[in-house]
Nanobody, 124 residues
Framework: QVQLVESGGGLVQAGGSLRLSCAASGRTFSSYAMAWFRQAPGPGKERDFVAGISWSGASTFYADSVNGRFTISRDNAKNTVYLQMNGLTPEGPAVYYC???????????????WGPGTQVTVSS
Protein backbone atom coordinates (compact mmCIF):
# COMPACT_ATOMS: atom_id res chain seq x y z
CA GLN A 1 0.00 0.00 0.00
CA VAL A 2 1.31 3.43 -0.96
CA GLN A 3 -0.29 6.74 -0.04
CA LEU A 4 0.70 9.84 -1.97
CA VAL A 5 0.32 13.51 -1.09
CA GLU A 6 1.30 16.30 -3.45
CA SER A 7 2.33 19.82 -2.46
CA GLY A 8 3.91 22.92 -3.96
CA GLY A 9 1.18 24.07 -6.29
CA GLY A 10 0.03 27.66 -6.53
CA LEU A 11 -0.25 30.70 -8.74
CA VAL A 12 2.78 31.73 -10.75
CA GLN A 13 3.42 34.14 -13.60
CA ALA A 14 4.34 32.93 -17.05
CA GLY A 15 8.03 32.25 -17.31
CA GLY A 16 8.27 31.47 -13.64
CA SER A 17 9.05 28.26 -11.80
CA LEU A 18 7.41 25.94 -9.35
CA ARG A 19 8.64 22.82 -7.60
CA LEU A 20 6.07 20.17 -6.86
CA SER A 21 6.66 17.47 -4.29
CA CYS A 22 4.94 14.16 -3.76
CA ALA A 23 5.47 12.50 -0.40
CA ALA A 24 4.80 8.79 -0.20
CA SER A 25 4.12 6.58 2.74
CA GLY A 26 5.02 2.92 2.83
CA ARG A 27 8.26 1.05 3.01
CA THR A 28 8.12 -0.07 -0.62
CA PHE A 29 8.30 3.37 -2.23
CA SER A 30 11.63 2.58 -3.86
CA SER A 31 10.01 -0.34 -5.67
CA TYR A 32 7.63 1.88 -7.60
CA ALA A 33 8.00 3.91 -10.74
CA MET A 34 6.55 7.38 -10.27
CA ALA A 35 4.92 9.80 -12.64
CA TRP A 36 3.29 13.19 -12.78
CA PHE A 37 0.08 13.86 -14.67
CA ARG A 38 -1.80 17.05 -15.40
CA GLN A 39 -5.56 17.47 -15.68
CA ALA A 40 -7.39 20.61 -16.70
CA PRO A 41 -10.88 21.18 -15.30
CA GLY A 42 -13.99 20.41 -17.30
CA PRO A 43 -15.92 17.44 -18.58
CA GLY A 44 -14.02 14.97 -20.67
CA LYS A 45 -10.61 16.25 -19.66
CA GLU A 46 -8.14 13.45 -19.24
CA ARG A 47 -5.06 13.17 -17.11
CA ASP A 48 -2.14 13.86 -19.41
CA PHE A 49 1.29 12.43 -18.81
CA VAL A 50 3.88 15.04 -17.87
CA ALA A 51 6.93 13.12 -16.63
CA GLY A 52 7.93 9.75 -15.24
CA ILE A 53 10.86 8.24 -13.41
CA SER A 54 11.93 4.66 -12.84
CA TRP A 55 12.17 3.15 -9.38
CA SER A 56 15.92 3.77 -9.21
CA GLY A 57 15.81 7.20 -10.79
CA ALA A 58 18.08 6.06 -13.58
CA SER A 59 15.47 6.58 -16.30
CA THR A 60 13.26 9.59 -16.86
CA PHE A 61 10.69 10.38 -19.52
CA TYR A 62 8.90 13.56 -20.44
CA ALA A 63 6.01 14.73 -22.53
CA ASP A 64 7.24 16.62 -25.60
CA SER A 65 5.53 19.76 -24.36
CA VAL A 66 7.65 19.95 -21.22
CA ASN A 67 10.90 18.35 -22.31
CA GLY A 68 13.78 20.68 -21.53
CA ARG A 69 11.77 22.76 -19.07
CA PHE A 70 10.63 20.27 -16.45
CA THR A 71 12.75 17.88 -14.41
CA ILE A 72 11.50 14.90 -12.46
CA SER A 73 13.62 13.48 -9.67
CA ARG A 74 13.23 11.31 -6.62
CA ASP A 75 14.80 10.80 -3.23
CA ASN A 76 14.10 7.26 -2.10
CA ALA A 77 15.55 7.95 1.33
CA LYS A 78 12.88 10.62 1.82
CA ASN A 79 10.11 8.75 -0.01
CA THR A 80 9.60 11.81 -2.18
CA VAL A 81 9.40 12.56 -5.88
CA TYR A 82 9.77 16.07 -7.27
CA LEU A 83 8.79 17.94 -10.38
CA GLN A 84 10.79 21.09 -11.06
CA MET A 85 8.87 23.21 -13.54
CA ASN A 86 10.69 26.06 -15.24
CA GLY A 87 9.61 28.35 -18.02
CA LEU A 88 5.94 27.88 -17.24
CA THR A 89 3.56 28.90 -19.99
CA PRO A 90 0.19 30.59 -19.40
CA GLU A 91 -2.64 28.21 -18.73
CA GLY A 92 -5.79 28.04 -16.71
CA PRO A 93 -5.92 26.15 -13.48
CA ALA A 94 -4.86 22.54 -13.71
CA VAL A 95 -4.37 19.86 -11.14
CA TYR A 96 -1.09 17.99 -11.04
CA TYR A 97 -1.22 14.45 -9.75
CA CYS A 98 1.54 12.06 -8.83
CA UNK A 99 1.05 8.39 -9.41
CA UNK A 100 2.87 5.20 -8.52
CA UNK A 101 2.98 1.80 -10.14
CA UNK A 102 5.35 -1.13 -10.58
CA UNK A 103 5.62 -0.25 -14.28
CA UNK A 104 6.49 3.13 -15.73
CA UNK A 105 4.03 4.02 -18.45
CA UNK A 106 2.94 7.14 -20.27
CA UNK A 107 -0.78 6.80 -19.77
CA UNK A 108 -2.87 7.25 -16.67
CA UNK A 109 -4.63 3.94 -16.97
CA UNK A 110 -3.00 1.23 -14.95
CA UNK A 111 -1.33 3.35 -12.31
CA UNK A 112 -2.15 1.75 -9.01
CA UNK A 113 -1.85 4.68 -6.62
CA TRP A 114 -2.74 8.35 -6.95
CA GLY A 115 -2.45 11.42 -4.79
CA PRO A 116 -5.30 13.94 -4.37
CA GLY A 117 -3.49 16.47 -6.57
CA THR A 118 -2.20 20.01 -6.25
CA GLN A 119 -3.49 22.91 -8.31
CA VAL A 120 -1.24 25.01 -10.51
CA THR A 121 -2.27 28.19 -12.28
CA VAL A 122 0.05 30.08 -14.60
CA SER A 123 -1.00 33.65 -15.28
CA SER A 124 -0.02 35.64 -18.36
Amino acid sequence: QVQLVESGGGLVQAGGSLRLSCAASGRTFSSYAMAWFRQAPGPGKERDFVAGISWSGASTFYADSVNGRFTISRDNAKNTVYLQMNGLTPEGPAVYYCAADRLLRGTAGGYEYWGPGTQVTVSS
